[in-house]
């Protein structure tokens, strides 16, 4: 004959163990964009075809099968699942890099920690991702965006208040300004005339 504590205990074990089953059921890591559009598909980011997921708050949270990723997405559950928050961690160091914000119209703002100290190095924000939509770059975080990238024209950088498209000459950039090409170098991450 068992005891009330030998019952407890039993009761207390089987109860983990169908807990465990259940929470392993769940949130095994799997593929979660399977049920997603096609160009979704394409944009996710390859860890999330093997990824743990669970709900956090209101949110759908998934994170990378390999825990020392501090990669993540949260998004709204459907039928509106945006915004969507995008963490990567690009070296798998478990140091985010940058914080991704979309909305249904592939508008994004993010901001970048390249060096991983915990202080944003450089933010961007984008019109979408259709071949006309722009991207405006602050390179050095003073407020002020200082290159642009869009798909049909590549890069761009501002002089002044004026936006000058990139071309190249034996791979090396340079903007035509008044007529006059201007070679173009990439100093301290910002994007600045030769000389200025
Ligand atoms: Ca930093
Ligand atoms: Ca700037």
Request: hydrophobic share 35%; aromatic share 10%.
């Amino acid at each position: 004959m068992k005891t009330k504590i030998e019952w407890f205990v039993i009761g207390f074990a089987a109860s983990w163990m169908v807990w465990s089953v259940v929470a392993y059921v769940r949130f095994r890591p799997r593929n979660h964009t399977q049920t997603w559009s096609k160009l979704d598909q394409e944009l996710a980011p390859e860890w999330l075809k093997q990824a743990q997921g669970r709900r956090f708050g209101a949110f759908e949270m998934y994170t990378p099968a390999n825990s020392s990723d501090a990669a993540a997405m949260l998004l709204p559950p459907k039928p509106n699942p945006y915004p969507q928050i995008m963490i990567t961690d690009e070296n798998q160091d478990g140091q985010a890099d940058s914080v991704l914000v979309c909305d249904s119209q592939l508008h994004h703002i993010s901001v970048q920690d390249k060096d991983g100290d915990g202080i944003f190095d450089s933010h961007s924000y984008s019109t979408g991702l259709s071949g006309d939509s722009l991207t405006y770059i602050d390179n050095d975080m003073d407020g002020v965006a200082d290159s642009r990238m869009s798909l049909s024209n590549g890069v761009a950088v501002r002089v002044g208040s004026v936006w000058y498209d990139f071309e190249h000459e034996e791979g090396k950039p340079y903007v035509v300004i008044d007529g006059d090409p201007k070679p173009v170098e990439k100093i301290d991450g910002v994007f600045r005339l030769v000389g200025e």
